[in-house]
Structure formats: C-alpha cells, structure tokens
C-alpha cells in the first residue's frame, strides 16, 4: 500500500530537549516536504526536498532542520524545541521533476508535537 | 499560485449530493485546480485535479467554468465519511524543477447532516 508514515504520532517535550520526527514514503517518490499546522494560520511549508542531498527552506524554516540522505526518509529535527514550535506537522512527498506521473501529493497521518 | 476563494462551510444531507464552489479568477493558463480534503486533523487527502475538462474519478466530480475562473467539486452521494475540510487549491503541473508547495487556504468545512 502506497504510503507515507511519521513517527511519532504524539510527542510531548520539554525545552531545549533535542528531538527527531521521521518521515518516510515507499512510493519511490524524488519530491518530500514538511507541513506545520497551527490553528488560524493553515498549513506552512517548513522545508522540502527535490531529491537525495537536495534541501531547501520553504516558508518557516527557523529552529527545524532537514535532511535527506535516502530517497525514502525525510527527518525533521528540532535541535532546540520551543513552546512555539508545538504544531501539528505533517509530512508530503510526490514525484517532484517526474510529475507526469501523477500529480497528486501523498501525507502521512502527522504527528502532534507538544513543547512545555 | 492564483488565489482562492471558498465559503467557509456548508452543510449536506446524508445521501445528497454535495456541491462545494470555488472562486479562482485570477487562474493562469497553465493552472490546474486541485482539490483536497483533511479530515478532523488527519494528513489532507488528494480527491482530483482538473486543467479545462470536467473530470470525474471514485470519489468525486470536479466541473469548471468555461472561463476557468469558477469550478465546483461534486460529492455524488455524500456520507457521514465525508465531513471533512475541503480545500481548493491552483498551481502548475509538477514535474518542474521547482518547489512543489501547495498552498492551503482555509477551506470549506462541509458538515454531513444524518
């Protein structure tokens, strides 16, 4: 089944603690990105990917970083998590530069980051 | 990517059909609409996409105006399942080298009556 999964779903933090969501997508897909949803502000892209070692910032980037190392995962990492980073982030990924091959984009189920 | 604009919410009968607007008039001629839906905090969900033609796929329906500025996503027979935020959204094809963001507006909220 074509898929997209985060980990973890739920996620409660303390300040300054180090953490990672992982992403990952078995679609073979070269194009992933990463969503953040916050309550009368919609879905703001944070980073995305065009492909293997290919990153770029999207419209939140500050305190987030990304790496793509493998087509198949895209982590998000806050290396020093803040109470305005609790969010509902969701990760996307789609076939980016071989779109003729579907033009949908897939999201996985997202993960609810609490930061106290 | 053109704007949008959709009606905040709307409420259906169960087994009804379900017309949800979008307005897009300032659309460029190589923008597509696409439509999304994200149920109760789950990840959006794809339903169809359209250039000129009227398009119908499993799940709905999507008419657009001659002049492209104005289309309508048709639910044929809507259910409980369907209650959901809907989100009309207007880019370019993928495929370009470029970033492939959709551009989430605040949608409508459609309510599926029983």
């Known amino acids: 089944e074509a898929q997209v999964t985060q980990n973890p779903r739920y996620l409660i933090t303390v300040t300054g603690k180090k953490l990672t969501v992982t992403c990952s997508q078995n679609?073979?897909?070269?194009?992933m990105s990463w969503y953040r949803q916050d309550p009368g502000l919609g879905l703001r892209q944070i980073y995305y990917?065009?492909?293997?070692?290919?990153?770029d910032k999207g419209d939140v980037p500050e305190g987030y970083k990304v790496s793509r190392k493998e087509k198949r995962n895209f982590p998000l990492i806050l290396e020093s998590p803040s109470p305005n980073q609790t969010s509902l982030y969701f990760c996307?990924?789609?076939?980016?530069?071989?779109?003729?091959?579907?033009?949908?984009?897939?999201f996985g189920p997202g993960t609810r980051l609490t930061v106290t | 990517d053109a704007k949008t604009t959709q009606p905040t919410s709307m409420d259906c009968a169960e087994g009804r059909a379900a017309n949800l607007p979008c307005n897009h008039s300032?659309?460029?001629?190589?923008?597509?609409v696409y439509w999304y839906r994200q149920i109760h905090s789950q990840g959006p969900q794809y339903i169809i996409h359209?250039?000129?033609n009227n398009e119908t796929n499993e799940m709905a329906s999507l008419i657009i105006t001659e002049d492209r500025k104005s289309s309508t996503l048709i639910l044929p027979h809507a259910t409980l399942r369907d209650t959901a935020v809907y989100y009309c959204?207007?880019?370019?094809?993928?495929?370009?080298?470029?970033?492939?963001?959709?551009?989430f507006g605040t949608g409508t909220r459609l309510t599926i009556i029983p």
């Open positions: 996307a990924s789609s076939w980016g530069k071989a779109g003729g091959r579907g033009y949908e984009q897939y």
């Open positions: 679609m073979n897909h070269e194009y």
């Open positions: 990917s065009m492909n293997v070692e290919v990153t």
């Open positions: 300032t659309i460029s001629g190589n923008e597509y």
């Open positions: 359209g250039l000129k």
């Open positions: 959204i207007v880019r370019v094809a993928p495929g370009g080298t470029g970033n492939e963001k959709l551009t």
